[in-house]
């Protein structure tokens, strides 16, 4: 029992990051109908930027992370104004090999502007965690679970209760509708990729204290949030949620109980099953049809 | 200079030649002058080994100015030209095609990934010029291969000093082997097993992990369900080292443990911090190990500000070999080279004394060191036979 509770956290902690990331992912193509690869590079970027304030200029932590939120906000403006509005009136197609092309020059960039060398960024809290029994809750990734609570239930209040919120949902359901309508879609859209810059800026930044902060990360991370979306059904924020933990969970006890070296097949393993017998994922739509 | 439209058109041509072919533009100048004797490095600039690359350019460099103090090769100076491996298999057998397309390389520096050298392999014995490389796989040596020279010692010898300290000096009979699945770890830990077999241990755990893991927890909880006394290991990643080290202590796993080099690199010792104090490890590089390791410390520091480890002590060896191979062959005919590396006895290089036998293993022997709060401290030198 003790080994299942111990599985149990970390499959709901290494999932909480699979979620948020995959809220990013689930953000953009609600509102733009297009998959951003780059949304794992995010999360490596603002790890990189948490390094550079925190550790290398010795800045205040809190300090660091509004700095770096405050540089995600704004690559994510960028991001929306070089990669994806140039090529807004065209197919999805171009615009997803654009946001690949995007992903591959932010890893670069990184690697040209900092250096090849893995850093260690130091967790928030100065204990490790709680032993709470015979279970050890590491408290990192006690954070990233509260987090990602907080970023769920906040995301649900503004969707439905504000009215930025419900402009965001004309805009991702009928662009050219909530343009009558007076909606700045083009704002909207900015918005949409500032938001869900921030987001995967955050999951980076509370996972680098696990995994250290590496030019990696970012595709590793983002790989498995892509699958925990597809999961979930693309474009439906529950399910980014519950695909991301359950992938996390079937990866951890899959590995303890099946196979530590095919760790990393039993989420494709899912997911392909679910491109076969569930396509549309346990709550989206038909991906065929949203694309 | 009146600019005609054949002028401006050569031009044009010359420069899109030029932005798609450096390389190209690059030997055919230094073709032309012939000032220079070339050799070729295959090494990560890019991926998951990119931080390694860093360290054996770093190693390949320092002994490069020190060859070209000396009077450099056959008479003139000695270059490096390196490729871009990318950290993967293809991109190491891209890159190799690259340097091998360029005649006038005389031999090459490989990877020190065995996974790799393994895939360059078939090109390497179509090129015919010698190619040194780090990879410990034993069987890397063993295929037949003539074209192949390695400047560490391979994981046979690491896994029978593994097994020996673990064994007889710490006295733990029941073993936990970790180890990477990749060719490194494997070729690794079934070489540990064999030497724990032979020592009279038995293998309570055999675990393999995929490479860039991010989560370790069901290989601790397996160690820890084993009863094993002490682990072994095999890792082929700083970065997976270092989560596996977090979550081993996280957990309350504190058996003694005795890793593979990986475990005494600089970034291992940078990532994983504390969670590695009080472990042990086999180092091919061990400063203190010899006056030769200790001189090229000096040179290293001097230069990078940083510890040296054996991610550049074998690229300084080898290149210091190499050029040394090279103006004892009085010319650049491979075969001429190859058996002049085959010739080399009791070299001291920074690594250990290098007798290379008949298969192109040059070192024979591993350090035992230990993580004493963060220092590496040198424990013994243990040699096995001298080729």
Known sequence: ?291 | MRTTRRVFLGGAASAAVGAAFPGVIRSACAQGAGATTRIGMVLPVTGPGADAGRFALNGAKIALEAVNKAGGVLGKPLEIVTEDDQTTNPGAVLAFSKLASQSDLVGFLGSIRSTQNHAMAPDILKTGKPVCFGGTDPVLTQMGNPWLFRFRPNDSYSARVIADFGVNTLSKKKWAVIHSTDAFGTSGAKALTEALAKAGATVALDQGYSNQSQDFTPVVLAIRQSGAEVIGSYFTFENDLGIFARQLRQLGVTVPWVGSPSIVNVTALKLAGPSLFGTYGVADYAEESSEAARAFGKAYRAVTKIAPDNQSSWTYDAVTVLAMAINKAGKTDPQAIREALLSIRGHEGAEGTYNFDKNGDGLHGYNVVKNDKGSIVFDKRIDFNQG
């Open chain 1, 1 to 291: 029992m003790d080994l299942v509770l111990q599985l149990l956290f970390t499959g709901i902690g290494i999932g909480a990051v699979y979620a948020l990331v995959a809220l990013g992912f689930v953000l953009i193509f609600r509102a733009t109908n297009v998959v951003n690869f780059a949304q794992g590079e995010f999360s490596m970027v603002a790890a990189f930027l948490m390094v550079v304030f925190a550790v290398d200029l010795e800045w205040p932590y809190w300090l660091s992370f509004l700095l770096a939120i405050g540089g995600m906000a704004l690559l994510g403006a960028l991001f929306n104004l070089g990669v994806y509005y140039p090529l807004r009136h065209r197919s999805y197609l171009p615009v997803i090999i654009s946001t690949i092309g995007a992903s591959i020059f932010l890893a670069n960039t990184t690697l040209a502007l900092y250096g090849p060398q893995p850093q260690v960024l130091p967790p928030v809290f100065e204990t490790q965690g709680i032993l709470l029994g015979p279970v050890f809750l590491d408290s990192q990734y006690l954070l990233i679970i509260a987090v990602t609570a907080v970023l769920v239930a906040f995301q649900y209040w503004f969707f439905e209760h504000t009215l930025i919120g419900k402009k965001l949902q004309a805009t991702s359901q009928d662009k050219e509708m909530a343009a009558l309508l007076g909606i700045p879609v083009a704002g909207m859209i900015m918005l949409t990729f500032v938001y869900s810059a921030v987001l995967g800026g955050i999951a980076g930044i509370l996972v680098a204290p696990v995994l250290f902060v590496s030019i990696q990360m970012g595709a590793t991370i983002a790989l498995k949030a892509f699958a925990a979306t597809i999961i979930g059904g693309f474009g439906d924020v529950t399910g980014a949620i519950i695909g991301g933990l359950a992938l996390g969970i079937i990866e951890t006890f899959g590995a303890a109980y099946i196979s530590v070296p095919y760790k990393d097949a039993f989420a494709f393993i899912v997911l392909v099953a679910f491109l076969i017998l569930r396509p549309q994922g346990l709550f989206g739509e038909r991906i065929a049809e949203k694309a």
